[in-house]
């Protein structure tokens, strides 16, 4: 009798040390995981920004072959009236900082309100090589009498 009450209290003992023991290895792995997250780790790490690669023969129409549209996209239309404009000139606008340089994006996703437009980005930013703005820029249904010089250099260079 009095063996087995030893027994059970030093199987509840050996219990409570178990749970002890794993509660602090949770601990452990929450205050690595908090570290980790104030050092910046967490963040999606800046990636390098690919310098542009002509496709050969078409004179600089990345944009365009990704979108798969043919001369008059809009990556290409944001660009020919960028390089119109006195004020802003696209081989200017290579603005450096910690992460490498800020590059025009190959692609616009332009969709109605409730199209699926967000989902569509969050997919696509899934992709390693895609860098994509953090907040849709609505230059186009709101903001299109700021010009071209605010949207280029307040939203779309990545
Ligand atoms: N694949 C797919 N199939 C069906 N529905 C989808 C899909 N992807 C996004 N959604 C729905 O699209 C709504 C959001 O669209 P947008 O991102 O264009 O919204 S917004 O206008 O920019 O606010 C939003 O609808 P609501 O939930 O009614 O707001 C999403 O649920």
Redesign the pocket.
Known sequence: MGCSKWSAAFNFGHLKAQSKLSVFFTMVLLFTYLLYCLNGYCDSLPRPVYEHQPVSGNDGAEGEQFLGAHNASPVSLVRKQLSDSPNVHPSNISIANNFGSKKFPQAIII???????????EFLRVHPDVRAVGA?PHFFDRFYDKGLEWYSLKHILL
């Open positions: 969709g109605v309100k409730k199209g699926g437009t967000r989902a569509l980005l849709e």
